[in-house]
């Protein structure tokens, strides 16, 4: 059996909106179970609430999100998600597609390093790492 680590996003109310944005920047299938789905009849978690997403993307990526229990704190802890590879012009686009309504911290550019690379915080508050490996 194949082992796999794939991100899993917690998002107080925004996993649903948070989700369909990253189906629009990188493209995939995305899944969406809510806790009404799975029989919750609220309030606390609301029927609506996202209880798993699940976008799987052209490029391989899985990324996994929910939406929290607003009784319970979910501990937070800085994590960033990491993009990189050898296509600069599809990383690029990503990167900005990530960037809309978000804070670019470092521009996609060449870095001392010699790669193309950026940083950005997304609108819902994930932090992004955008590196192209360049071969000049």
């Known amino acids: ?7 899993y996003l917690h998002f107080d109310t925004e996993a649903r909106a948070a989700m369909e944005f990253y189906r ?3 493209g995939g299938d995305l899944q ?6 799975m029989g919750a009849e609220g309030p606390v978690p609301p029927p609506e609430g996202v209880m798993h997403a699940q976008l799987t993307t052209p490029d391989g990526f899985v990324l996994m999100a929910s939406d929290g229990d607003p009784e ?3 501990g937070r802890t800085a994590v960033s998600v990491s993009l990189s590879g050898d296509e600069e012009a ?5 990167f900005t597609g ?3 309504g978000g804070t670019v911290e470092v521009p996609f550019e060449k870095q001392m390093w010699g790669d193309l690379f950026g940083m950005v915080t997304d609108r819902f508050g994930v932090r992004w790492l955008v590196n192209a490996a360049t071969t000049s």
């Open 98 to 100: 990530l960037a809309e």
């Open 1 to 7: 059996m194949a082992v796999t680590l794939n991100p």
């Open 72 to 74: 319970r704190a979910a």
């Open 24 to 26: 629009a920047v990188l």
């Open 90 to 94: 599809k990383l690029e686009g990503w």
């Open 32 to 37: 969406i179970s809510t806790f009404g789905d």
